[in-house]
């Protein structure tokens, strides 16, 4: 009888363990999906931003520069 109560409460002490372990680990869970949600809005601000500028560089390249090739230069300019 007493290694059967032995048996039982070793078996309670695991069941706690485990209990204790699974909420442990659904809290890592929890917190590693809101760190992948920010990750994403953070890739996607990244995204935008590199989408913004590769846009502006095209305008530099492609429609500024060709008229910024006509101007005189600075020394031209200054008379010497």
């Keep these: ?3 059967c109560m032995n048996c039982v409460c070793s078996l ?7 209990d204790a372990s699974l909420e442990s680990l659904k809290q890592k869970l929890s917190e590693a ?15 935008k931003d590199i989408s913004c500028k590769t846009n ?8 500024c520069m060709i008229h910024r090739k006509r ?10």
């Design 71 to 80: 101007y005189p230069t600075v020394s031209v300019l200054s008379g010497y």
């Design 56 to 63: 502006s560089l095209f305008i530099e390249r492609e429609k």
């Design 12 to 18: 309670e002490g695991e069941v706690r363990q485990i």
């Design 33 to 47: 999906r809101s760190s992948l949600s920010r990750l994403e809005e953070s890739r996607m601000a990244l995204e």
């Design 1 to 3: 009888m007493s290694s």
